[in-house]
């Protein structure tokens, strides 16, 4: 597909630049640095438009290509490109990126130009991950989103964020050198970082399992998955509200889309075989990241433990190896990213008021700001799958594929659905209702930049949960082709399950 102008480059080197030119503008030229970086955003959003308006739903190849020689020698090219899989986070990436800068107007007051250089950055590179189609380019991108938010948390963090960041970073660097020597390997396998030419690679199966268990270092660690997942609380609670929500709606999405970018085309019979064992860890994931957040007393480490357990169902969709599972993981996704983003920036909202994250400094908060109680619990009934919003969708379609797959598992995925009620239901009600605490009975209302934040997020809470096709028709042909490529890898996984001791559905 070409609309007549390189439009992934655009999005992917737009903000970059738009990053650079800012370090231009004199440090003490706070307002123009801020309209900078929200005109930077708005246009690569803009610019991001027409891949859904001219987005071919028929066909499960790559479109609006981009390929260039880099290193030749090396057999390294520029080459991006997107799917019916990675086309929707394009659009969650620079839409999440407005919401950061506006959010971030008034909390950040120091090194106000290097902060919206490093998220004018990291929005380039997301992009760049979810468009590449070479090994060496995707793990250039995917190292390159470490440096600006390892900065976003460790510089303009809470008063433990230099632990968290230090955390942050090593916890991803292990798992991204794990990935690297894979794709070393691959390499001299196929002779090519394309990553399209090695899908019809023929690999062992034992090479396919060490390999995959290489990528699966980089993938669940950013996830995160059970039990490599302790950095993320520690990540989101003491980052800024713009790197809380950066992480929440796009990073940790990173993870998901690697195993369906890499793992699955790349290794179908390694994948095959290790599905008990992810559906497994999946499930002690949603069980237990559920557990965790009923005893926690701090805002953002609890809806932090609760993305444990909502990418737990995503993990769980995604290895559920049928189209229901598969597609109801990515939408979850965007789900996730909207809703887990949306609860960030809505406690971003209170705490530059209060400058407390402890859930017992609130209470009767309905009744001093009724607009932000009703977002507040527009994302809460998301957060918990209630029918009509986007929440529902996504588990519904994930159940199902997990019980088609394996019927304990989209059992005990359920009550997953049954405790994340209880904790974010009970949330609400210490922090909404109940008497209405002295030291919030002055707070003033909402803003209109914090208005439109969130009304932003509401709007895609009830158009996924009432129409999802228009956002499941974009992935319906790709997932079919990527079942197709793990179904028809070969006849050896199935005795190679019983070999590993795995058990058979």
């Not at 246009?43 to 190849?61: A, C, E």
């Not at 909390?107 to 919206?116: C, G, H, L, M, W």
């Not at 440096?147 to 976003?152: A, E, F, G």
């Not at 794709?183 to 034992?206: A, D, H, Q, R, W």
Request: hydrophobic share 55%; net charge neutral.
């Amino acid at each position: 597909m070409e609309i007549g102008y390189p439009i992934l480059s655009t999005l992917i080197f737009l903000p970059i630049v738009g990053g650079a030119l800012l370090m231009l503008i004199g440090r003490r030229q706070e307002t123009l640095i801020k309209f900078w970086a929200l005109a930077v955003s708005v246009i690569t959003f803009v610019l991001s438009l027409p891949l859904f308006t001219n987005f071919d739903k028929t066909t499960h190849k790559m479109q609006f290509v981009e390929r260039v020689e880099w290193i030749p020698q090396w057999g390294i090219q520029y080459y991006v490109g997107i799917d019916g899989i990675s086309v929707l986070f394009i659009l969650l990436s620079t839409l999440v990126t407005i919401l950061c800068v506006l959010i971030s107007w008034n909390s950040i007051t120091e090194k106000v130009k290097e902060f919206y250089v490093a998220i004018l950055l990291i929005e380039g590179a997301m992009i760049g991950v979810f468009c590449s189609l070479d090994l060496f380019l995707f793990y250039i991108f995917w190292e390159a989103m470490l440096i600006p938010m390892y900065l976003i948390i460790g510089v303009w963090g809470g008063p433990r964020r230099v632990y968290a960041a230090i955390k942050f970073f090593l916890y991803t660097l292990v798992g991204s050198v794990l990935m690297l020597i894979g794709i070393i390997v691959l390499y001299f396998k196929g002779g090519t970082f394309n990553i399209l030419e090695l899908m019809n690679l023929s690999l062992p199966y034992k090479l396919q399992l060490m390999l995959f268990w290489a990528f699966f270092a980089a993938f669940a660690v950013k996830v995160p998955m059970f039990p490599v997942h302790t950095w993320l609380p520690d990540a989101h609670t003491e980052a800024p509200t713009a790197g809380s929500v950066i992480l929440a709606a796009v990073l940790i999405k990173m993870g998901a889309y690697g195993f369906l970018r890499f793992s699955l085309p790349l290794f179908p019979e390694a994948a095959k075989a290790m599905t008990p064992y992810m559906m497994a860890l999946s499930v002690i994931a949603i069980i237990y990241g559920g557990l965790v957040c009923l005893a926690q007393t701090d805002l953002k480490r609890l809806i932090a433990y609760s993305s444990v357990s909502h990418m737990g169902f995503v993990t769980l969709g995604i290895f559920a190896l049928n189209t229901q599972g598969v597609e109801g993981g990515i939408l979850q996704m965007i789900n996730h990213g909207i809703v887990t983003g949306a609860l960030f920036l809505a406690v971003g909202i209170i705490y530059e008021r209060t400058h407390s994250r402890q859930i017992a400094d609130y209470g009767g908060l309905a009744t001093v700001m009724p607009v932000y109680a009703g977002f507040f619990m527009i994302f809460t009934l998301a957060s918990i799958g209630l029918p009509g919003l986007n929440g529902f969708i996504g588990e519904f379609l994930i159940i199902l594929g997990g019980f088609k797959a394996k019927k304990l598992a989209g059992v005990l995925a359920a009550t997953g659905i049954i405790i994340g009620a209880g904790y974010m239901l009970w949330l609400y009600q210490r922090v909404f209702f109940m008497g209405v605490n002295e030291k919030i009975k002055n707070l003033e209302p909402m803003t209109f930049r914090e208005f439109i934040t969130l009304a932003a997020m509401a709007v895609f809470v009830f158009w996924i949960g009432i129409y999802p096709n228009t956002f499941l028709s974009f992935m319906h042909v790709s997932v079919q082709h990527l079942l197709e490529r793990v179904s028809y890898s070969g006849g050896d996984s199935m005795v190679a399950l019983k070999t590993i001791g795995g058990l058979i559905p």
